[in-house]
């Protein structure tokens, strides 16, 4: 199947390697995810994250989720690298602010379908004008996960929803089963999640529970 008949779901998950967590534990809690209903998923492996900050090792690893992903015909990006995503088989690749632009990554891998970080309105202005596949807003709360950034806030989401996108867009960022409803109803109709999948005692309930709160929404 091509990376563009992959459809993009609503529930979108950020999977992210542990330090103290094997291979093995870490490619269980991925697969959990899926089968709990995930049904969007990136690989997200940053320069201090072991092993996997250099691209041999960072390939492997992704070969191994995209399998998982594309198992469930659920699509699958790798954070940031291009060359990772090219080697690995991904469907696309996601962009940060500060990564390489679009327009760059669009002549290196005409294949790959760009997801784009924003965290500004001027973000979210720009990511239509260049049209990825998705944009992510956030984050809407303060999470460990993107230390020293100061949160966007609901009133960000609210801001690109009242812009009434083209392409899907995710509400990013803090974002579990105690907040989602908020983030719901300040006009989200997809959400990206970390820590409240991977690292729940139960990573398929979890992710169960999250995907119905979202479908409400959609539906």
Same mark, same amino acid.
Request: charge should be neutral.
């Given at each position: 199947?091509?990376?563009? %008949?992959? %459809?993009?779901? *609503?529930?979108?998950?950020?999977?992210?390697?542990? &330090?103290?967590?094997?291979? +093995? @534990?870490?490619?269980?809690? #991925?697969? !959990?995810?899926?089968?709990?209903? #995930?049904?969007? &998923?990136?690989?997200?492996?940053?320069?201090?994250?072991?092993? *996997?900050?250099?691209?041999?090792? *960072?390939?492997?690893?992704? @070969?191994?989720?995209? !399998?998982?992903?594309?198992?469930?015909?659920?699509?699958?990006?790798? $954070?940031?690298?291009?060359?990772? /995503? &090219?080697?690995? =088989? %991904?469907? =696309?690749?996601?962009?940060?602010?500060?990564?390489?632009? #679009?327009?760059?990554?669009?002549?290196?891998?005409?294949?790959?379908?760009? =997801?784009?970080? +924003?965290?500004?309105?001027?973000?979210?202005?720009?990511?239509?004008?260049?049209?990825?596949?998705?944009?992510?807003?956030?984050?809407?709360? /303060?999470?460990? +996960?993107?230390?020293?950034?100061?949160?966007?806030?609901?009133?960000?989401?609210?801001?690109?929803?009242?812009?009434?996108?083209?392409?899907?867009?995710?509400?990013?960022?803090?974002?579990?089963?105690? $907040?989602?409803?908020?983030?719901?109803?300040?006009?989200?109709?997809?959400? /990206?999640?970390?820590?409240?999948?991977?690292?729940?005692?139960?990573? /398929?309930? %979890?992710? $169960?529970?999250?995907?119905?709160?979202?479908?409400?929404?959609?539906?």
């Amino acid at each position: 199947m091509t990376p563009s %008949a992959r %459809a993009l779901g *609503y529930l979108y998950l950020v999977a992210t390697p542990r &330090l103290r967590q094997t291979e +093995t @534990e870490f490619l269980l809690r #991925v697969q !959990d995810a899926l089968d709990g209903g #995930v049904d969007t &998923l990136q690989l997200r492996c940053k320069g201090d994250a072991g092993p *996997y900050g250099e691209a041999r090792p *960072y390939i492997a690893l992704a @070969e191994r989720v995209r !399998d998982l992903a594309h198992a469930r015909n659920v699509p699958f990006f790798v $954070n940031d690298r291009v060359d990772v /995503a &090219l080697a690995a =088989g %991904a469907d =696309g690749v996601h962009l940060g602010q500060n990564d390489l632009p #679009v327009g760059w990554a669009r002549q290196i891998a005409p294949g790959l379908r760009l =997801g784009r970080s +924003t965290h500004r309105p001027e973000d979210a202005e720009r990511a239509l004008a260049e049209a990825p596949a998705y944009f992510a807003t956030g984050p809407v709360y /303060a999470t460990p +996960t993107k230390p020293g950034r100061a949160p966007a806030g609901l009133d960000y989401v609210r801001f690109v929803a009242a812009l009434r996108p083209a392409l899907p867009w995710y509400a990013i960022g803090g974002i579990d089963l105690t $907040n989602v409803q908020e983030v719901l109803d300040a006009g989200a109709e997809r959400v /990206a999640v970390v820590r409240a999948v991977l690292d729940a005692p139960d990573v /398929a309930a %979890a992710a $169960n529970a999250l995907l119905q709160k979202v479908r409400q929404r959609a539906d």
